[in-house]
C-alpha cells in the first residue's frame, strides 16, 4: 500500500513558479509510476505529468509541456512537479497519483491518490 501528501501549493502570480512536492509512505513507493493530474473547479480532474518507477521516463499533457518537469527522488520516496511561467487557468487542487503502469493519463487507471494541493495563479 502506498500512501501520498501533497504540499506545496499556494498563490502566485501569473509568470511565477511553484514545486509542488508529494511524499510517500510504504514500501511499494519503487514499484510505481507516479501522476501528477489537477482539478479546476467545475472540471473534471486532468492529467498533468507523469514519470517511470526509475525516473526514466517522462511524459507531458501538452498543455504544460516546457513549463512543468516532473522528477522523483526514490531515495527520499519523493516526488515533485516544478511549475514554472504559470498561468490563470493552472489554478487547479493538484493531486499525485501511483499506478504499476507507467504511461497511462486516465484517472481510473491510477490505484493511490493523495489529498491534494490548492495552486491559484493570478492575473
Known amino acids: 500500500q502506498v500512501q501520498l501528501v501533497e504540499s506545496g501549493g499556494g498563490l502566485v502570480q501569473a509568470g511565477g513558479s511553484l514545486r509542488l512536492s508529494c511524499a510517500a509512505s510504504?514500501?511499494?513507493?519503487?514499484?510505481?509510476?507516479m501522476g501528477w493530474f489537477r482539478q479546476a473547479p467545475g472540471k473534471e480532474r486532468d492529467f498533468v505529468s507523469a514519470?517511470?518507477?526509475?525516473?526514466?521516463?517522462?511524459r507531458y499533457a501538452d498543455s504544460i509541456k516546457g513549463r512543468f518537469t516532473i522528477s522523483r527522488d526514490n531515495a527520499k520516496n519523493t516526488v515533485y512537479l516544478q511549475m514554472n511561467s504559470l498561468k490563470p487557468e493552472d489554478t487547479a487542487v493538484y493531486y499525485c497519483?501511483?499506478?504499476?503502469?507507467?504511461?497511462?493519463?486516465?484517472?481510473?487507471?491510477?490505484?493511490?491518490w493523495g489529498q491534494g494541493t490548492q495552486v491559484t495563479v493570478s492575473s
Open positions: 514519470i517511470s518507477s526509475s525516473g526514466r521516463a517522462t
Open positions: 510504504g514500501r511499494a513507493f519503487r514499484d510505481n509510476a
Open positions: 497519483a501511483a499506478t504499476r503502469r507507467f504511461g497511462v493519463v486516465n484517472t481510473l487507471d491510477y490505484d493511490y
